[in-house]
């Protein structure tokens, strides 16, 4: 069974590599979803309760990115590399992590999967 949890954070950023516009700071609502693969126990029916993906995922990664400055702690912040970022923050806490999908922008995503680590 794949369970899947979403959350949304406020950050600014700026792409110290990128050479157009986004090259200067400036901030975004990121929404991303966190994706869950478990068995399902037989003795509660759930694989997992929310409030335990949510409680992971708030002292992971929102208590320490949101209304933040990502480049405190991503070197080259893409949305690519905020993906990766959650993914190291949650693959040991969470039970069956399969998928990070970040979206920048509300029409415009990244899906990280855990298959090349490093990108």
Known sequence: ???RQGFT???AHR???HRGKC????GHRYRFT????LPIDPGTGMT???ADVIAVVQENVLEA?????????LENPTAENIALGIWRRLAGPLPGLTEIELWETEDS?????????GG
């Open 65 to 73: 990115w949101d209304h933040r400055n990502l480049n405190d702690f």
């Open 23 to 26: 090259f200067n700071l400036h």
């Open 9 to 11: 954070f406020e950050a």
């Open 109 to 117: 995503s990244v899906i990280y999967r855990g298959e090349s680590e």
């Open 15 to 17: 792409l110290p590599l």
């Open 1 to 3: 069974m794949i369970i």
């Open 34 to 37: 966190v994706s869950l693969e």
């Open 48 to 50: 997992l309760d929310f």
